[in-house]
Structures are given as C-alpha cells and as structure tokens.
C-alpha cells in the first residue's frame, strides 16, 4: 500500500520556524516528484512547493518565496518543507502528495495545474499565532 504521512505541524508564533516532514511506505520517493499543499478555512487548495526528483526542478508559490524550502532525503525516504519567518496567512492544513516522475524538467505544473496526484497525505495542520 502506497502511504504518505506527514508531521511536524503545530502551534508557532509569528516569525517561528517549523519543519514538516512527509514520509512515505510501500514506495520509493526517489521515482516520484512531491509537492506541498496547503488549504486554509474557506480557501481553495494552493500549491505551496513541489520538487522534482530526476531534474533539479523546484517550485515555490510566491506567497512563501524565500521563506520555505523543500529538501529531499532519498536515503530517510522523506521530503521536507522548511518554514520560516512563518505569518498567520500560513495557517493551513499542509498535505503532501507524490507523482510518478517521468522526467519532469519543470515541476511547477504539479504544484499550479491541479494535476491528479497519485497518492496523498491526511494532512498536518499548521497554526500561527500569538
């Protein structure tokens, strides 16, 4: 069975840091590209970052350019996204979710075209506030 779990979510304070972890079973993430999403009450699902894993394709939404990064551990068979300078406007549920890399030379499709992804996390939910 092909699983996604996500973790590291939780109560931050404007300007704090977290880091979400997806780890995945049954699979290899190194034959498949990963993307971040988050959906906010009342908001539709946006992309947040996607990473390829053939190419070095890598994909931030503006809303959180220079703030997050995404990171790949083959070896740990996990993908990270790195949060910092978090605002109240990064509250959301944060999903991970994978898809079949069949060389994608740019990933930010799979983050902006609403691609149906092949597998998917139950979420981690991200609360910023004072």
């Known amino acids: 069975q092909l699983k996604l779990v996500e973790s590291g979510g939780g109560l931050v304070q404007p300007g704090g840091s977290l880091r979400l972890s997806c780890a995945a079973s049954g699979f290899s993430l190194d034959e498949y590209a990963i993307g971040w999403f988050r959906r906010a009450p009342e908001k539709e699902r946006e992309g947040v970052s996607c990473?390829?894993?053939?190419?070095?394709?890598?994909y931030y939404a503006d809303s959180v350019k220079g703030r997050f990064t995404v990171l790949r551990d083959n070896a740990k068979n996990t993908v990270y996204l790195e949060m910092n300078g978090l605002k109240p406007g990064d509250a959301a549920v944060y999903y991970c979710?994978?898809?079949?890399?069949?060389?994608?030379?740019?990933?930010?499709?799979?983050?902006?075209?609403?691609?149906?992804?092949?597998?998917w996390g139950e979420g981690t939910l991200v609360t910023v506030s004072s």
């Open positions: 979710a994978a898809d079949t890399d069949w060389g994608l030379i740019d990933v930010k499709p799979m983050c902006t075209d609403g691609w149906l992804l092949e597998v």
């Open positions: 990473i390829a894993s053939r190419s070095n394709s890598t």
